[in-house]
């Protein structure tokens, strides 16, 4: 049994992680600071279905706030982190680059710095695909250089990587970054795709298809991310001894530091994705056919090869099955027959 903490654990993925974690027998303490970046009721619902759990604690703290965070980890103590919490949006981040500033750079600093002082045993945290920027090789690699990012809040994600490691290297403190491509599936975020496209086409309205269509997405269903997540807050990092400053890897070190993308492998052409989600609903959708919007990238298509060797992950659900399984979920929820 592990003592873990969540951050942002009444989000997508952090609350289906926490539940899983739970039915294993680890116990788990959760923080979120319930914003009103997207609806809070939904972000209570999920966090309901942890509370009604044996082993989970909750506690409403924002990560920016660093006297609170410093008492979190004063009070407690943990075999592991896995930190979640941040601003997520590549757009938003255009419009209001200081609440990535105060999430994902000083909510990071104060979580390193806790994870430090308490001496955590191994501190995952999240990153993302949209690191990748303007590279244009797939399937992107972690072995690749990432230093062309277009987004502001790729930037962040970039900036975490590196704070990361120079914890690790200083104090090694034991860290893995996680990118993560595209998540989907039930009770997730509905700043994404699929939600508000499934929100879009039955209420008759017309959804955003950016780019025109051209679009590839490597969709990565839910279930399939925790168990990459779990598979990996098990595998504490270590350091590489073949690691070496003349040829650096940007996925290893010297300290005890790995980046891992977690993704599906098989990316999907987006006008393949509405297809299907028209077959779920039985209804036809309106495209509004757009030009491709500022921060965002044609393809994203995670080589998977370094996760599947170090941890044997490897996603199993097609997309077929993960869009019907979310278009269940969201019937249920809202009620709709």
Request: net charge neutral; with cysteine.
């Amino acid at each position: 049994m592990k003592h873990i903490l969540i951050t942002g654990v009444a989000g997508f993925i952090g609350s289906a992680l926490a539940l899983r974690l739970l039915a294993r027998g680890d116990k788990v303490f959760g923080i979120d600071n319930l914003n009103d970046y997207y609806d809070v009721t939904l972000k209570e619902a999920r966090l309901k279905r942890c509370q009604e759990q044996n082993g989970f604690r909750f506690q409403k703290l924002d990560i920016a706030d660093r006297e609170g965070m410093a008492h979190l980890f004063r009070e407690r103590r943990f075999d592991a982190v896995m930190h979640l919490a941040a601003q997520a949006g590549v757009r938003y981040s255009i419009e209001n680059p200081y609440a990535y500033i105060d999430a994902n750079l000083v909510g990071f600093g104060n979580i390193l710095e806790g994870c430090r002082h308490s001496k955590v045993g191994h501190l995952v945290f999240a990153s993302s695909s949209s690191v990748y920027g303007a590279n244009t090789k797939p399937p992107f690699s972690e072995h690749d250089n990432v230093d062309h990012p277009i987004s502001f809040y790729a930037a962040t994600k970039k900036a975490n990587e590196l704070m990361a490691h120079c914890y690790a290297s200083l104090y090694q403190l034991p860290c893995t970054g996680l990118r993560f491509f595209t998540v989907y599936g039930p009770w997730g975020r509905p700043d994404m795709a699929l939600f508000k496209f499934t929100k879009g086409i039955l209420n008759g309205e017309s959804i955003p298809v950016f780019n025109h269509g051209k679009m590839l997405r490597d969709f990565t269903y839910i279930d399939d991310i925790v168990e990459g997540v779990i598979r990996t807050i098990d595998h504490i990092a270590y350091p590489d001894s073949a690691w070496s400053g003349e040829t650096p890897d940007p996925a290893r070190s010297y300290a005890p530091y790995r980046i891992y993308n977690i993704g599906n492998n098989s990316p999907v052409e987006l006008m393949r994705y509405i297809e299907i989600l028209e077959k779920c609903l039985g209804k036809k959708a309106k495209l509004d056919m757009l030009p491709m919007q500022d921060g965002d990238v044609p393809v994203t298509f995670a080589n998977m090869e370094t996760l599947e060797s170090d941890v044997g992950f490897r996603p199993r659900t097609p997309v077929e099955e993960g869009i019907s399984r979310f278009v269940d979920w969201y019937k249920a929820y809202y009620g709709i027959a």
